[in-house]
């Protein structure tokens, strides 16, 4: 049987690493400085160097399922993601940071399901985004509004780590929360301000928020009511 994986290992090393290799040798002599930290989700139409035509030594990457941001406060289980986010933040001073879901996500959709009881980690995984979850039967535009709203949760999240929100309140760091359309080949940027995902086609950032400073009460924050009271199903 052909090894397709070893072909490409070594296609990588033929084709590929010739073009880069002055760069890959400066991000080692030099060391990284990406800038920008991106969770997304680890579903493979998700291809993050794509969408922002980043290359080696830009982006520092966390993947998971359905871009989630466990808590800071350390719930055992969860300390893979929460490493990287405090590594990027405080050693590497990143400025970016994005969460990338995208729509027809397995993680969120079995939000709505049976998880089967051998999964158990995945099981407790996904409950980072039940808050998402709305009250409804799933449908395309319930699943959608869910991965949109997850991404504004994991976003008030991480506002949660104190080194995250220090650095944003400083205006240091920006928080940006995209909602990948596979299908349309567009990203849709949170604004903050209008309270809703905009096209990054017709939008004037790359995504804002939510950077709101009044507290939390009861364990909802105003801007995710924002985004709440947005939903109208149709
Ligand atoms: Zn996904």
């Given at each position: 049987m052909p090894d397709e994986l070893l072909s490409r290992l070594r296609r990588f090393?033929?084709?590929?690493?010739?073009?880069?290799?002055?760069?890959?040798?400066?991000?080692?002599?030099?060391?990284?400085?990406?800038?920008?930290?991106?969770?997304?989700?680890?579903?493979?139409?998700?291809?993050?160097?794509?969408?922002?035509?980043?290359?080696p030594g830009e982006l520092f990457l966390v993947?998971?399922?359905?871009?989630?941001?466990?808590?800071?406060?350390?719930?055992a289980g969860h300390h893979g993601t929460a490493a990287a986010i405090e590594y990027a933040v405080l050693a590497l001073n990143v400025q970016h940071i994005i969460v990338c879901g995208h729509s027809h996500c397995g993680g969120i959709r079995a939000l709505y399901g049976e998880v089967p009881d051998e999964a158990?980690?995945?099981?407790a995984w996904l409950e980072l985004g039940r808050e998402a979850c709305l009250p409804v039967q799933l449908s395309d535009e319930a699943l959608h509004r869910t991965e949109e709203r997850s991404v504004v949760l994991q976003l008030e999240r991480l506002m949660d780590y104190p080194m995250v929100?220090?650095?944003?309140?400083?205006?240091?760091?920006?928080?940006?929360?995209?909602?990948?359309?596979?299908e349309?080949?567009?990203?849709?940027v949170f604004d903050v301000h209008q309270g809703?995902?905009?096209?990054?086609?017709?939008?004037?950032?790359?995504?804002?928020g939510p950077y709101s400073l009044t507290p939390v009460?009861?364990?909802?924050?105003?801007?995710?009511?924002e985004?709440?009271?947005?939903w109208r199903p149709r």
């Open positions: 090393n033929t084709d590929f690493f010739p073009q880069y290799q002055d760069r890959f040798k400066d991000l080692v002599e030099q060391g990284q400085h990406p800038t920008t930290l991106f969770i997304g989700c680890s579903d493979s139409r998700l291809v993050p160097y794509m969408l922002t035509g980043a290359g993947r998971n399922v359905a871009a989630f941001v466990p808590p800071y406060d350390g719930s158990s980690n995945l099981k929100r220090s650095r944003v309140e400083r205006g240091e760091l920006a928080l940006h929360g995209w909602h990948y359309v596979i349309a080949g567009e990203v849709n809703r995902f905009v096209p990054a086609s017709s939008s004037e950032h790359s995504g804002t009460h009861d364990g909802v924050s105003p801007i995710f009511n985004i709440d009271e947005a």
